[in-house]
């Protein structure tokens, strides 16, 4: 089992950067396939990316391939996610779920963080 903890959520300008935290308990994330979504009031749930159990991040959604960057630090049981050059369609709520084994079948998910990137 594990438990995951966001953080790093905020407020920015338009142009700058944030990067998230997911930091899980209980599993190393080495053991996960670890995805970020987010979801925007009114909107329905987007991917954002993933990374997989060998450590490569798969892919990344069009609308933020090029900006956001998805790493792990085995060390620190922490999946990132950076986030450059934010725009104001960014704003979003932002989850990060766990895939044990790189399965289908999400074990936990984050409480979500909230970005907000302003004009």
Excluded: H
Aim: net charge positive; aromatic share 10%.
């Amino acid at each position: 089992q594990v438990q995951l903890v966001e953080s790093g959520g905020g407020l920015v300008q338009a142009g700058g950067s944030l990067r998230l935290s997911c930091a899980a308990s209980g599993r190393t994330v080495s053991s996960y396939a670890m995805d970020w979504f987010r979801q925007a009031p009114g909107k329905e749930r987007e991917f954002v990316g993933n990374i997989g159990r060998s450590d490569v991040s798969a892919y990344y959604a069009d609308s933020v391939k090029g900006r956001f960057t998805i790493s792990r630090d085995n060390a620190k049981n922490t999946v990132y996610l950076q986030m450059n050059s934010l725009k104001p369609e960014d704003t979003a709520v932002y989850y990060c779920g766990a895939r044990m084994g790189g399965g289908s079948t999400y074990d936990a998910w984050g409480q979500g963080t909230q970005v907000t990137v302003s004009s």
